[in-house]
């Protein structure tokens, strides 16, 4: 089994906060497509919204969540917390340049 594959499946089953460093590292080393569809499966919301945070300070991340390469994973993220993503990106980001972008991909989920 992969590395990726195994802390994917850690991450999916855990039920306490992933630590602030381990997001980071995650996003910083994994290929972006396996991250995207991993992060919906994970069961403990905190950790979902710590990676979806993650995500958007990274540049390779945000631009491809913004260019819409990820919106099936996307919409099955905001099913798990989908207010709490908002509500963090409506704190976070909104002063970003690439705010809009982002909330018009909010409003499209089903």
Known sequence: MR???H????????TY???TANANTLVKHFHKDRLFSKVPTITYAPNVLSLFHNFLK???????WLQGNHNADFY?????CG????????LHYRR???????LALFAASP
Do not use: S
């Not at 802390?7 to 855990?14: A, E, F, L, R, S």
């Not at 970003?96 to 982002?102: A, C, I, K």
């Open 58 to 64: 990274n540049t390779l991340f945000c631009d491809a």
């Open 7 to 14: 802390c994917g499946d850690v991450i999916k089953t855990m």
């Open 17 to 19: 906060p992933l630590a």
């Open 76 to 80: 099955r993220l905001l099913e798990q």
């Open 96 to 102: 970003v340049f690439w705010f809009p972008e982002g």
């Open 83 to 90: 207010a709490f993503c908002l509500v963090d990106y409506l």
């Open 3 to 5: 590395l990726e594959e």
